[in-house]
């Protein structure tokens, strides 16, 4: 008996000493840069091996807060400005033609339809063409994080930008028209939540995220502006 729980014993140990052997440190992140566990040398993105140290390391993704998209407290602030001229008379025109826009945003949404997933082009409705209708931010998908150094999320970015080019070229040589907004649907839907998103550019080569910031200014702008006029009228507060 004492033989079978030498053994036993041995064998547990043997195992334990495997495992400590195997568990290679995580990649550290600063911010959105990636440093090796054990010299916290700088690494190439999706990097095993530090090219330093020479040292074999776990990656691992990390997450960061959305910067493209409004928080709890942004919301609650700029809709508490929203209420308050609202309640005070008829908006005007500038901000009327916002009302919509105001009436749904929320954290988390598509900031330049406001999370309506529509907007007004030459009088008539059409989809966002940043959020392509589904109302969310593109950059985190809705949940205010976003991930930093996802395998998978970096080669849909490089497979969608072939294709991309391919489309380019292939329209360039048969003069066919490029269904760009098929592509532009595709990268939408396979790197929204990722920071690969930060890259995605509509037909006309803009930024989406940072043309719905544009908007998102513009329409904060406008009712502001509006707030500060009325707080400097006699009898404002």
């Known amino acids: 008996m004492k033989w079978v729980l030498f053994t036993s014993g041995c064998v547990v140990a043997l195992v334990a000493l495997g495992f400590l052997a195997v568990d290679e440190r995580d990649v550290i992140w600063e911010g959105r840069t990636p440093l090796c566990g054990y010299c916290r040398a700088e690494l190439a993105h999706h990097a095993v091996v530090c090219r330093e140290c020479n040292r074999s390391l776990d990656w691992r993704p990390t997450t960061e807060e959305c910067r493209w998209c409004l928080e709890r407290k942004d919301v609650d602030h700029l809709l508490r400005l929203y209420r308050e001229i609202a309640k005070a008379g008829p908006l005007p025109p500038a901000l009327l033609a916002c009302e919509p826009y105001f009436d749904a945003i929320d954290v988390g949404a598509c900031t330049y339809c406001g999370g309506i997933g529509k907007v007004m082009e030459n009088g008539e409705e059409a989809a966002c063409p940043v959020c392509r209708d589904d109302k969310r931010c593109v950059a985190c998908g809705g949940t ?38 098929v592509l532009a649907d595709e990268d939408v839907a396979a790197l929204r939540g990722y920071v690969e998103a930060e890259d995605l550019t509509d037909a006309h080569g803009r930024r989406v995220l940072e043309l719905a910031r544009e908007r998102m200014k513009a329409a904060f702008r406008t009712l502001h502006e509006e707030h500060t006029k009325r707080a400097k009228a006699p009898g404002g507060s």
């Open 144 to 181: 205010r994080s976003v991930v930093i150094g996802d395998d998978g999320a970096h080669r849909r970015a490089r497979e969608r930008q072939d294709a991309h080019l391919r489309a380019t070229v292939r329209g360039g040589v048969t003069d066919l028209p490029l269904n760009d907004e």
